[in-house]
């Protein structure tokens, strides 16, 4: 079944306290992406990843790292959370040139 | 710079139309998306224009006018299922660039 996976789907952590969300897709689709969505602002775009090991900014970067080494696979890392980084975090891909983006189950992520 | 408008909310009954509205400023625009989100769930693709005109699938249709910066989603014989929040979406930046936007909840009633 194509799909995108994240994990885990709940968080609770600590402010300061490094944490990684995985991504995965088994479609073999180039572009990879990263959405925060919170009350009243919608879905923002954190960062987006053309191909493997290419990888730009979106709107809210701040506060976020992202690597891209296997096709497959983009995870989103806070090297220092803090509390507003609490939000649902979702992953999304896509075959580059369409513009179809197949979401993942999100994350909520709560930083103590 | 960028911007979006959607309204926040629009209520419609059972079985009518509704047409929800998408105006965006964004340099090097390619198209517009349309995305669906129920409660506590994920966005799914609806429909994509790229050119100017009307795009229907089944119940759903879409439009754009580029000179006008404008969209709309346009929704028929609506059913509860349909209570939900929607997302245009304009891609620019080389194609990949997405910006969603606070999306309008839309709240179907018997």
């Known amino acids: 079944e194509a799909q995108v996976t994240q994990n885990p789907r709940y968080l609770i952590t600590v402010t300061g306290k490094k944490l990684t969300v995985t991504c995965s897709q088994n479609?073999?689709?180039?572009?990879m992406s990263w959405y925060r969505q919170d009350p009243g602002l919608g879905l923002r775009q954190i960062y987006y990843?053309?191909?493997?090991?290419?990888?730009d900014k979106g709107d809210v970067p701040e506060g976020y790292k992202v690597s891209r080494k296997e096709k497959r696979n983009f995870p989103l890392i806070l090297e220092s959370p803090s509390p507003n980084q609490t939000s649902l975090y979702f992953c999304?891909?896509?075959?580059?040139?369409?513009?179809?983006?197949?979401f993942g189950a999100g994350t909520r992520l709560s930083v103590l | 710079g960028q911007s979006l408008e959607q309204p926040s909310e629009v209520t419609a009954v059972e079985g009518a139309i509704v047409q929800i509205n998408c105006t965006y400023q964004?340099?090097?625009?390619?198209?517009l998306s349309w995305y669906q989100q129920h409660d506590g769930g994920a966005p799914t693709f609806l429909s994509y224009?790229?050119?100017?005109g009307l795009e229907e699938t089944g119940r759903f249709s879409s439009f754009l006018s580029r000179s006008d910066s404008y969209g709309y989603l346009l929704l028929q014989e609506l059913q509860m299922k349909d209570s939900a929040s929607y997302f245009c979406?304009?891609?620019?930046?080389?194609?990949?660039?997405?910006?969603f936007g606070t999306g309008t909840k839309l709240q179907v009633i018997p």
């Open positions: 999304a891909s896509s075959l580059s040139g369409k513009n179809i983006q197949y």
């Open positions: 964004t340099s090097g625009f390619y198209g």
């Open positions: 224009n790229a050119l100017d």
């Open positions: 479609m073999n689709h180039e572009y």
């Open positions: 979406a304009p891609l620019s930046g080389g194609y990949q660039k997405v910006t």
């Open positions: 990843s053309m191909n493997v090991e290419v990888t």
